[in-house]
T-cell receptor
Framework: DTGVSQDPRHKITKRGQNVTFRCDPISEHNRLYWYRQTLGQGPEFLTYFQNEAQLEKSRLLSDRFSAERPKGSFSTLEIQRTEQGDSAMYLC??????????????FGPGTRLTVT | GESVGLHLPTLSVQEGDNSIINCAYSNSASDYFIWYKQESGKGPQFIIDIRSNMDKRQGQRVTVLLNKTVKHLSLQIAATQPGDSAVYFCAENSGGSNYKLTFGKGTLLTVNP
């Protein structure tokens, strides 16, 4: 257990519905990353926050996706009008500046989304 | 585009043997590399990392080797145990200070008792 929690662990939704996922990082970590992982592939970067500021978004993140980290603690990732191609594992990683300026990332258990 | 689908590279070893998992990374400007272990249904678990100014780093039962000339990274696991069975990913930071990681394809390690 890394200390990063995600909720829900599994979500099944019908195409066209909106879904929201939550990530609670390690409390003293100021950075939070979202990744998406499809079956048989490595995680792909979606976006990241430093404190409450969203500093970068991947081009994978279409307009239907939005992420927030309002108080610099937990974060939410919302997908509007879900499509079957959104089915994936959504991973959150918690991070802070460690030795030599590195940001080590510790992943949560993920939210498995299935769009039917 | 080309689909790599579910065909992960696989490595099968006997318990007690040493394992070597290889990874070719993509960006010569990458300055930080990490190996993660992922068990079925779980998030990636940090194993060991290395900065580009090093060529070797050792942890408990694990060693990471970095060859920048050929952009190659390897993970060596000593005395492999059944609990080491998982998918192993290498990841690189090619994004500078934002540390957005780019992951490789993954290798499935199976340890036979």
């Amino acid at each position: 257990d890394t200390g990063v929690s995600q909720d829900p662990r599994h979500k099944i939704t019908k195409r066209g519905q909106n879904v929201t996922f939550r990530c609670d990082p390690i409390s003293e970590h100021n950075r939070l990353y979202w990744y998406r992982q499809t079956l048989g592939q490595g995680p792909e970067f979606l976006t990241y926050f430093q404190n409450e500021a969203q500093l970068e978004k991947s081009r994978l993140l279409s307009d239907r996706f939005s992420a927030e980290r309002p108080k610099g603690s937990f974060s939410t990732l919302e997908i509007q009008r879900t499509e079957q191609g959104d089915s994936a594992m959504y991973l959150c990683a918690s991070s802070r500046r460690a030795g030599q300026g590195i940001y080590e990332q510790y992943f949560g258990p993920g939210t498995r989304l299935t769009v039917t | 585009g080309e689909s790599v689908g579910l065909h992960l590279p696989t490595l099968s070893v006997q318990e007690g043997d040493n394992s070597i998992i290889n990874c070719a990374y993509s960006n010569s400007a990458s300055d930080y590399f990490i190996w993660y272990k992922q068990e079925s249904g779980k998030g990636p678990q940090f194993i060991i990392d290395i900065r580009s100014n090093m060529d070797k780093r050792q942890g408990q039962r694990v060693t990471v080797l970095l060859n920048k000339t050929v952009k190659h990274l390897s993970l060596q696991i000593a005395a492999t145990q059944p609990g080491d069975s998982a998918v192993y990913f290498c990841a690189e930071n090619s994004g500078g200070s934002n540390y957005k990681l780019t992951f490789g394809k993954g290798t499935l390690l199976t340890v036979n008792p």
